[in-house]
């Protein structure tokens, strides 16, 4: 990897073990935020939290999602349903595009530069942090904000349930910045595959750990406590795998 | 950017499928939009629309329809060619499989079930590259941006810089099919046309949507020299940015858009005089296209190209705009032609720019624009190939 990447901040937000949920944001008082949809708010907040006083020029910004504005697309459609085709929402309507956390993230926290948001199933989070490294070794930016974002929405607990999986999602965020000048963690391996699979499934995995940025951030956090290297392995459905390594610098 | 070639292209639009059927409904500005025939929706009537003709739909009946359109189009890119080694495959998209889970929604309102539960599998995005990779057997990095209706340039921009970046191949465009939530959604924006849509025409009143798909593979150029394969066109500047203003409504001056201009020229190391052509955005919503030729005039001035919007021809097809309209572009290039605005006839003197016109004209430079909600701005240069 040329040339040498480095992360300089991680934030996280990650319900308690056995939640679903987060019970706080920690953003209930800023009237900027409040009224968002929450897969923005949770966006929203560990990118304010990774960023910090860092400034915004030259930074580019990728956010990995799943499902996106879930919440919204159901309110949505909820609004086509119970009140006919021309009485859809404006606001659940922009809400539901999967840029919308990243458009929220760029307006509160004024990122100009090159933004991108990234889907690929479980692997939503490494898609976005691969481009946000090859974005960085190409000179396009100087540093790069890497957010991940995913809600739960009743709805989609139904549909994970219908194909059989007995997996609980859980909401969760997590952000990354990255930068070629030195800090404590390195970014040393992050290698994206796929493997062809005729069976293209629905259900999610279930997998004892927390999932993607989260994982990664986790593991970042181990580097800067002293851990020489930590390696972490995702695989998603439709057969793609993502392996990442930090080491200590 | 070092160049990057583009050794094959795939389109199904309201147009048809393939380059010559593309080329030539562009060259003549004949349109495929026709009155919206896939659904009903009551209180909104059936606006025109970009529909693509049925038998241009991948064989299949698992597959989402935005899945179906986007393996015609990325098959005709491959042209049956065997792809060495693991490569990226990069798409772009904003509704993936929605159409799917719209159906399901009414059906059900998100009750518990297992019912019709194969309308929720094609849901999320990332199952389009997936099918994709799975029946055309790719091997490789998938990738989906979702920068709304940018997607699919961006998708093409990432794709290139990653073959500069020693890639052995990519396979990069956008798809997106018609679906209620976005007919219904730009219509809660008072944004949807009554009538065919009028890019730049002072009596337009919003977009006409359609749907489509559009693929380009990218190769090295050394890698095509050596297999003495044909440069259909080039890649060679992209750029980005975020307007950070607003979720739906562009800058008022174009400040991100003229930054992507600026940054993707810069790129290909172009001046603005060395551009020959202008694919614009062109929704034909009011807000869009005077932000466009706000941006235009700032970054080219008394040096502007013709500009036209093809969306006239095709509708806005969100996702798929970016990669279609790169194809158009390249087709305009190698046809040395420029495609005119359908639906113009009377030009909004508050959206001035160079109108093209029908006629032979030298063209070997294209900017392509495209615009996203959530204030994404893209612009990509084009080049022309091999003669």
Known sequence: MSPRIYVSATAVLAPAPGAVKLEKLGDEADPKTKRLPRVDRLAVAVARAALGSTPTDGLALMVGTNLGGLQATVDFLEGLAARGPQFGSPTAFHESVHHAPAGQISILLGITGLSLTCSARELSGETALKAGVDLLAAGRAQRVLVVCSEEIVPAMQAAYRAFGSTLEPHEGAAALLLSTEKSEVELTRLELSSRDTSTLRFVTPPRDTEQGLIQLVRAAERVRAGSASERVVTKAQGGGEATVELSRA | ?387
């Open chain 2, 1 to 387: 950017m070092k160049r990057v070639a583009i050794t094959g292209m795939g389109v199904v639009s309201a147009l048809g499928r393939g380059l010559p059927a593309h080329s030539d409904a562009l060259k003549h500005g004949r349109s495929g939009l026709k009155a919206l025939s896939l659904f009903t929706a009551e209180g909104i009537g059936q606006r025109p629309v970009g529909e693509v003709a049925p038998e241009h739909l991948w064989p299949g009946t698992r597959a989402s329809r935005s899945q179906r359109l986007a393996l015609t189009a990325a098959a005709d890119a491959i042209a049956g060619r065997t792809l060495a080694g693991p490569g990226v495959m990069v798409l772009g998209s904003t509704t993936g499989g929605i159409d799917g889970t719209e159906q399901h929604y009414f059906k059900h309102r998100g009750k518990e079930g297992a019912l019709d539960r194969e309308l929720l599998r094609n849901h999320p995005l990332g199952t389009i590259a997936d099918r994709i990779a799975h029946e055309l057997k790719l091997e490789g990095e998938r990738h989906t941006f979702a920068t709304a209706c940018s997607s699919s340039a961006n998708a093409i921009g990432y794709a290139a810089s990653r073959i500069v970046a020693g890639a052995p191949w990519a396979l990069a465009g956008g798809v997106d099919a018609l679906c209620r939530i976005t007919y219904c959604g730009f219509y809660s924006l008072k944004l949807v046309s009554e009538g065919p849509c009028r890019p730049f025409d002072k009596g337009r009143n919003g977009l006409s949507l359609g749907e489509a798909a559009g693929f380009v593979l990218l190769e090295a150029e050394e890698a095509v020299r050596a297999r003495g394969g044909k440069v259909l066109g080039w890649v060679t500047g992209w750029g980005c940015s975020a307007d950070a203003h607003h979720m739906t409504a562009p800058h008022p001056e174009g400040a991100g858009a003229i930054r992507a201009i600026k940054l993707a020229l810069e790129d290909a190391g172009k001046a603005p005089a060395d551009v020959h052509y202008v694919n614009a955005h062109g929704t034909a919503t009011p807000a869009n296209d005077k932000m466009e030729s706000l941006a235009l005039n700032a970054v080219f001035g008394a040096a502007m190209p013709p500009v036209s919007s093809t969306k006239g021809a095709t509708g806005h097809t969100l996702g798929a705009a970016g990669a279609i309209e790169a194809v158009f572009s390249v087709l305009a290039m190698g046809g040395s032609f420029t495609p005119r605005t359908v639906g113009l006839s009377d030009p909004d003197p508050e959206a001035r720019v160079l109108h093209a016109k029908d006629g032979p004209v030298d063209v070997r430079c294209v900017l392509s624009s495209s615009f996203g909600f959530g204030g994404n701005n893209t612009a990509l240069v084009l080049e022309r190939g091999d003669a």
